[in-house]
């Protein structure tokens, strides 16, 4: 290799014979340059990548958190579903009861007249051998019929909405006691 010039000295210079005269300028020397590192600009694209890397590491404990307090609440719910009692909850309430309409006869008229539809009543059997005591708590009215002209002073009869052991009690104890109602 020659000092003049950058070409190998097998390959013919351009001003001998061999090339014909060219347009193009001379040929230069490349500089020597460290080779380029693609997609990494000095130190700090490495300080952005660790950053990023941080960054998702916080977010996926996040969520990694939320998502074992929402399995922490649905977990107390899908017990509750299954017939579980919660912990520290209330238990569940018992299965409904069928209602059945009971037609009882109170002895104060007057205080039938004060009852309407929708109304909750306790009934209290009065009987003279012993104390009052309660026959049916929270009884719901479905009816209050129209008041009888010749009964006197028979009383009034109202139409009760209540379990079907609670209205064989009921019908006992207006057979054999007189019967009252407090409001609810």
Do not use: H, N
Not at 7 to 12: E, H, K, Q, R, Y
Not at 98 to 117: E, F, N
Not at 152 to 177: F, I, K, Q
């Amino acid at each position: 290799m020659s000092r003049t010039s950058p070409l190998p000295a097998s390959f013919p210079s351009p001003a001998s014979s061999a090339f014909p005269a060219s347009p193009c300028p001379p040929a230069r020397p490349v500089p020597l340059f460290p080779p380029l590192r693609v997609g990494r600009v000095g130190r700090g694209g490495g300080r952005l990548r660790r950053a990023l890397r941080r960054r998702r590491r916080v977010v996926s404990a996040g969520l990694a958190v939320a998502a074992a307090a929402a399995l922490a609440a649905g977990g107390a719910r899908a017990q509750a579903s299954r017939g579980a009692a919660p912990p520290g909850g209330k238990p569940p309430p018992p299965a409904a009861v069928r209602l059945v309409s009971a037609p009882v006869r109170i002895a104060d008229g007057a205080t039938v007249r004060l009852l309407r539809p929708g109304d909750r009543v306790d009934v209290v059997a009065a009987e003279r051998a012993g104390p009052p005591r309660v026959v049916a708590v929270a009884a719901r009215v479905a009816e209050v019929p129209a008041p009888e002209r010749d009964m006197g002073d028979g009383g009034a009869l109202v139409v009760l909405s209540v379990p079907r052991e609670t209205a064989r009690t009921l019908v006992g104890a207006g057979a054999a006691a007189r019967l009252a109602v407090t409001l609810c």
